[in-house]
Every structure is written in structure tokens, then in C-alpha cells.
């Protein structure tokens, strides 16, 4: 038992000086050139399209949960799934739970598309 624990402290030793990261060399500031600030996306998720009525131009929206309802006559966007913008919708007074109506003022959207609110 003895012999085990004494064959075995040289090896975890070893193991737990491998595990160490090495420091990372020392970078000046200068350079590095300064990254680009973010800003979020004017085009946030609505929902997307359960249902289109193209002879009406009436399109059904249904509510993304942490979206909120949109205010009557909002300008929304249908695209996509690769960004590409397929209708421009307009809110209307017609809401039900998470399901909102809008009519389609161009563009003719698919069920599946998702939606965006339209930048300011």
C-alpha cells in the first residue's frame, strides 16, 4: 500500500502541473485595433405567419411570447427564414390572445415567415 501511494504522488504531480494553462503573452493595446460596437437589431421578432388570405390581403400573425402586440397601423416586415423580406405589413385593431390580423400593403407573404417590426 505504501509502494502504491508513493508510485502514484509523482503522478499526480505531473498531472496537475499539465492541467495548468499557460499565461498568455503580453499584448500592447496599440495592436489591437478596438472592435466595432453592436447595436441591436431595429428588426425584433413579432411572430410569424399561420395563415394568408391573398385575395382579401389579409395575413395572421401569431405573437411571439416575449413580443408585445404591436399598436394598430404598425409597419411590419414578413421574411424569410435566409432574411429575405417577402411582404410589408400593417397592424390592425384585430387581436385575439397571441393572434394578431394585418393587411398586406405589398409583397405577398408564406405561411412559415416570420415577422419583424419595420425600422424607425
Known amino acids: 500500500m505504501k509502494n502504491t ?8 504531480v505531473f498531472f496537475f502541473a499539465s492541467c495548468q494553462s499557460p499565461t ?3 499584448v500592447s493595446s496599440s495592436a489591437i485595433p478596438p ?38 397601423d404598425a ?4 421574411r424569410t ?3 429575405r423580406e417577402t411582404a410589408r405589413l400593417r397592424a390592425t385593431r384585430q387581436l ?8 398586406i400593403v405589398n409583397g405577398q407573404p408564406a405561411i412559415g415567415d416570420e415577422v419583424v417590426w419595420a425600422s424607425p
Open 96 to 103: 385575439r390572445g397571441r393572434t394578431l390580423g394585418t393587411t
Open 75 to 78: 409597419e411590419l416586415i414578413a
Open 35 to 72: 472592435a466595432p460596437l453592436l447595436a441591436p437589431s431595429s428588426h425584433r421578432l413579432v411572430g410569424r405567419v399561420i395563415g394568408v388570405d391573398s385575395t382579401r390581403r389579409f395575413a395572421i400573425v401569431e405573437l411571439a411570447a416575449s413580443a408585445p402586440a404591436p399598436r394598430p
Open 81 to 83: 427564414d435566409d432574411l
Open 5 to 12: 501511494a508513493r508510485a502514484l504522488t509523482p503522478l499526480a
Open 24 to 26: 498568455p503573452p503580453a
